[in-house]
């Protein structure tokens, strides 16, 4: 009876049993009892080049001999100063300064202290709340918590224990755009930065936003002197068609953040990612003014082995074109759900495909079909949505489409 595991976000008396899985082969889960489920998901976004890709495999092998682990603390190592460098390399503007963490909330929390702290240097220590808009999701530790959207989120199951941050809706068009300024000039002396996560809102259900509004952000930022934070922990590695969605706009942010698919579904990593400016706010005779912040397991080799190796395949396969077409095939394939009695939306960017629905009545039941139709798909909320490996192939991207479409006209 016991259950010795406490999953995540789970009612655990209720919840059917986890799909146990004994394996995972390019674009497949294999389960114990030996079926195959086509991932529409790549592990939470993570998996972009497939599973078990040998050229990340045999990085990882290597290092694992090498040297698995060390502190992070007065050393360092090749992969992490190589890994830092061909960061720097790929990010915009002077996102020049690469801090590890350890998994993409811890990457938030770190952006938030270094934003409070950039103010606190600068003689300001009041501002050290955020903005961040409505259907925001950055991570479940306390301080990512408090970033989220306050309704939709996990907030009220929490009350006093979250930090109370400024939410607004995002600047879209003329009428929030004015509720966006008049919160900011509002809160403006004790906000130090505004956190988004750039296009494609994920978690907090899964919309799309235009470069315009990225760029209202920065006008913004960049008019009352506050600090922005991109989240690209899901968006960043080719999601949504460029190597980062930022790159589709000419904005810069001072702080992003990158986890998921950073190591490739490999292991957990992440990093918080400052530019010039906020950087220097630390720079100073004073061993107080440092950025104080370094977990056990920061720079971990084996995960920056596994970037490492990532990097290489998104420098020798054409792994963001791929993503950027894969657009249209999830167009093609979704469409016939448009004409489906409950869809609400049906929309695509990159390689994330979404239909949004009036209602999921029985999660769990329709998960289930899902498996039965020989897919893992785990939608949420009101959508059911993809975010398979970047390199799917054409076919198996249809046949995640077929799944959607049956699941949806059986009735979910
Ligand atoms: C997943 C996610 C996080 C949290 O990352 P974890 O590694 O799960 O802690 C933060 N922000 C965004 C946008 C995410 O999608």
Known sequence: MSDPVWRPYCQMKTAAPPVLISGAEGFELITADGRRLLDGMASWWSVCHGYGHPHIIEAVSR??????HVMFGGITHEPAERLAARLVERLPGDLNHVFFADSGSVAIEVAMKMASGYWRRHGQSDRTRFLAFDHAYHGDTTGAMSLCDPDRSMHARYGNAILKQVHCPLPRDEETTCVFIETIQQHHHELAAVCIEPLVQGAGGMRFHCPKTLRRIRDACDQFDLLMIADEIATGFGRTGTMFAIDATDVVPDIMCLGKALTAGTMTMAVTVAGDRVFDAFWSDEAADALMHGPTFMANPLACAAANASLDLFETEPRVAQASAMEAQLRRGLAPCRDLPGVVDVR???????????????????????????VWLRPFGDCIYTTPPLNLPDERIKQLCEAIVRAIETGI
């Open 63 to 68: 290092q694992l001999r090498q040297m698995p």
């Open 348 to 374: 695509c960017r990159g390689a994330i495909g979404v239909v949004q629905v009036e209602a999921i009545p029985d999660v769990e039941r329709l998960r289930k079909r899902f498996v039965d139709l020989g």
